[in-house]
């Protein structure tokens, strides 16, 4: 995989998790279907379906995928499920060697961020599999933002930027999913598109 690394004085990076830094992407797929399938889906979970909503904060995803198959689920329960099924995979995730080559090289004298659509209880474990944990003083979740802030809203990366220390148009994203591409250029920054699907 080549990145294309945009020319400029960027004075800090912010890494999207899943799929961008780890490649959790099939993990996650294989918990989402799982979960799924306990709360009435009769067919396989849609894999263009799952990669679209990339980086959505997970509640907002059992949502979104309990209404395209026409289930009344509890989007609560089935985070809850979908994130014990994901804990019983992460061990097997592994890191993205180009991102984390760059971020290796970066990260001795650049702030580097996570702004990630997955709770603390699923972002840590995955960091933690990948050996990076150590790369990171500031880690954004959903949890740091007001509901319904999450990814595509730009209010993630606004936050690692002032976490960091570092103006908006100072930060390079790097994401694999339309809705953080999205965010990130709402957020006034340059992108660095990660292809998830591999």
Known sequence: MQLDIPQGDFAGYIFDLDGTLVDTMPLHYLA?????????????????????????PTLRVAELIGKH????????????????LYLQLVHKAEPIA??????????????????????PEVALPALDAAGLRGFFKVIITPNDVPPGR???????????AKKMGVPPERCLVFEDAEPGIRAALAAGMQVVHVPSRR
């Open 98 to 119: 180009p991102v984390v080559e760059f971020l290796e090289r970066m990260a001795p004298t650049h702030p580097c961020a996570i702004a990630t659509g997955g709770t």
């Open 32 to 56: 989402w279907d799982e979960a799924m399938h306990a709360v009435g889906l009769k067919e396989k979970l849609s894999e263009d379906l799952f990669y679209s909503l990339g980086g959505v």
């Open 150 to 160: 999450g990814k595509p809203a730009p209010d993630m990366f606004l936050l690692a």
């Open 69 to 84: 198959y026409g289930l009344t689920v509890d989007p609560d329960a089935v985070m809850h499920n979908k994130e014990m």
